[in-house]
């Protein structure tokens, strides 16, 4: 038979049009019919088989050309005659007004809530104009051996190499560098923030990669980190003592220009020494972060205190740092231990003054971690006495912060001591207004269960049942 075949004959017939179940789709049936012709054309072996195309269409929402979509569909995929126009086009417009079902909806909100901190970037002052080559690393090493300033050129060239991922293999091989900068960084963080941001920045490189994080560990450069950041903490605890006694200097002698001018200077040279030392801290914690994969290592900072350093950098304004440090305490919160270290300290005060914020970013990441805490009882009362009730209350109209702030609420509902506290908020009127707005099947969980908490209490319940959110 194999002799007498001459050629395969491929048909290909559109089938049903319909839309996607939970999808924002469409789905194009159809059939695939193959068949072997003999050497007269005439058919020899043939056989069909069904299968099904989805047409994912995302950008659909309620402004979007209906028409003109519908054209665009149906010119790119070859299975829709044109003559399905209509079909197609009313399909678009059932998806345009249905309502999004409950797992496509959760699903997106997953989605949409994976929130890393930033990658790290070079920082001010530490791009040089020169380019820096792989083969000339030991002229980059006998620079680590003369003075601070030519360290920082040294070590700057050889981050340039570290940011590119391709050199990293090549320079873990090449213990003299490696060694050395350990070295220097050791000896010398002390006298340069410049110098230590640096070479810190060059062993995070290393740590970016799971495979990498042996070396790092080799030359204790986590412990140093650590040390780093509690010296940093303390230095500008030290700077703020100081400025705080010019502020009170100047103000018992408001007519002397001179304590005035002192001032300024004193503001001025506090805000160049933060914005250095922040970068210092950013890439310092990065690091540990990175390293904090394995459980064993976040163990041993939670033993040299990392939550309480953690919590002392969340009095800082930098969005950035806040991001990693607030992500940095999610991932150790799941932890019972680190829980427990959280709430010794007034993590969720400081907490409370991010919420809410304009950095989406460290609002999401904020509930998130209240979330976590919020399932201990003391650490639920402390947010209800630092006020943070009226302010989640006011998130459940932001969508994309209802659906966390909602489960903090229903936690703190759980809690008789503080149902009758929901009166004094917009929380139940909300909540109403979005029971009706859901239909039956569509209502979500912690919706109804925060419902059930709240009607538990008597005043809760008339507020429900006298209808004056309507």
Not at 266 to 285: D, I, N, T
Not at 418 to 433: A, E, H, N, S
Request: net charge negative.
């Amino acid at each position: 038979m194999q002799d007498d075949a001459r050629y395969l004959k491929r048909k290909v017939t559109a089938g049903s049009l319909d839309v996607h179940p939970t999808e924002k789709a469409l789905v194009v049936h159809y059939e695939v019919e193959a068949s072997i012709l003999g050497e007269g054309g005439g058919h020899m072996l043939g056989e069909r088989k069904e299968g099904q195309k989805i047409i994912r269409v995302k950008s659909l929402s309620p402004s979007t050309d209906v028409g003109a979509l519908a054209k665009k569909v149906v010119e790119e995929c070859k299975l829709i005659p044109p003559s399905r126009l209509p079909q197609v086009e009313q399909l678009l417009y059932y998806l345009q007004n249905r309502k999004s079902s409950p797992v496509e909806g959760k699903m997106e909100k997953k989605e949409k809530r994976t929130v890393k901190p930033r990658e790290l970037t070079p920082f001010e002052g530490m791009e040089l104009n020169e380019e820096a080559g792989i083969t000339r690393v030991d002229e980059y090493i006998e620079l680590l051996y003369e003075g601070i300033p030519e360290k920082i050129r040294g070590s700057a060239l050889i981050l340039q190499l570290a940011r590119n991922p391709d050199n990293l293999e090549e320079l873990l091989h090449n213990e003299a560098a490696l060694g050395a900068l350990a070295r220097v960084l050791r000896e010398d963080w002390k006298q340069s923030v410049e110098l230590a941001t640096i070479i810190i920045y060059i062993f995070f490189c290393f740590s970016s990669f799971s495979q990498f994080h042996g070396v790092v560990s080799h030359y204790k450069i986590g412990a140093l980190c650590m040390s780093v950041v509690e010296h940093e903490l303390k230095r500008h605890d030290m700077w703020r003592e100081e400025l705080r006694k010019k502020n009170k200097a100047c103000e018992s002698a408001p007519e002397n220009g001179s304590l005035r001018r002192d001032q300024d200077k004193a503001v001025r040279k506090y805000h160049g020494l933060l914005s250095k030392q922040e970068q210092l801290l950013r890439v310092s914690l990065y690091l540990l972060l990175n390293l904090a994969e394995d459980t064993r290592t976040e163990l041993k900072m939670r033993n040299k205190n990392i939550v309480c350093l953690l919590v002392k950098v969340l009095e800082r304004d930098d969005e950035e740092l806040l991001v990693l440090v607030v992500s940095f305490l999610k991932k150790l919160s799941i932890f019972l231990e680190n829980k427990n270290d959280m709430a010794e300290v007034d993590t969720v005060e400081r907490l409370a003054r991010l919420v809410p914020c304009d950095h989406e970013d460290l609002l999401n990441l904020t509930l998130r971690l209240l979330l976590n805490l919020s399932f201990d009882s003391g650490l639920r009362a402390k947010m209800v006495e630092v006020g943070l009730l009226p302010k989640l209350t006011a998130l459940l109209g932001d969508e994309n912060s209802r659906q966390v702030a909602m489960r903090i609420l229903y936690h703190i509902s759980i809690d008789d001591r503080f149902k009758g506290m929901f009166v004094y908020t917009d929380c139940i009127p909300q909540l109403m207004q979005m029971l009706y707005e859901h239909g039956e099947e569509e209502t979500e969980a912690e919706l109804l269960s925060i419902c059930i908490n709240l009607a538990a209490n008597k005043r809760n319940a008339q507020l429900m049942c006298e209808g004056i959110f309507i």
